[in-house]
């Protein structure tokens, strides 16, 4: 089993940055591919970002392309996510997950992740 614990959010005004962190207990880390989703106000929980279990191969959601970059530290046993140009429209709860799939048509997808951090508040202001 894993347990994700997710820090790094606040509050950042528009055009600002944010680096979000997500720490995994146990052994297992190089097993599981990563993600980060996030949740506004009344809406539905959504794709952010993606990362193979190396670190290789990184997927975005298009709202994000270019102004956001996930990463891991394999030793660390953490994921990122580094958030840059923010808008007000990135305010959410943001959540860390891993699934043991490794095909990316699945790592955009949420019921394939099997481990859900309790998420961090990010609130961009304008």
């Known amino acids: 089993q894993v347990q994700l614990v997710e820090s790094g959010g606040g509050l950042v005004q528009a055009g600002g940055s944010l680096r979000l962190s997500c720490a995994a207990s146990?052994?297992?880390?190089?097993?599981?591919?990563m993600g980060w989703f996030r949740q506004a106000p009344g809406k539905e929980r959504k794709f952010v970002a993606a990362?193979?279990?190396?670190?290789?191969?990184?997927y975005y959601a298009d709202s994000v392309k270019g102004r956001f970059t996930i990463s891991r530290d394999n030793a660390k046993n953490t994921v990122y996510l580094q958030m840059n140009s923010l808008k007000p429209e990135d305010t959410a709860v943001y959540y860390c997950?891993?699934?043991?799939?490794?095909?990316?048509?699945?790592?955009?997808?949420?019921?394939?992740?099997?481990?859900w951090g309790q998420g961090t508040q990010v609130t961009v202001s304008s």
């Open positions: 997950a891993a699934t043991s799939n490794s095909d990316s048509y699945y790592l955009s997808r949420l019921p394939y992740y099997d481990y």
């Open positions: 146990g052994r297992t880390f190089t097993t599981y591919s």
């Open positions: 990362i193979s279990r190396s670190g290789d191969s990184t």
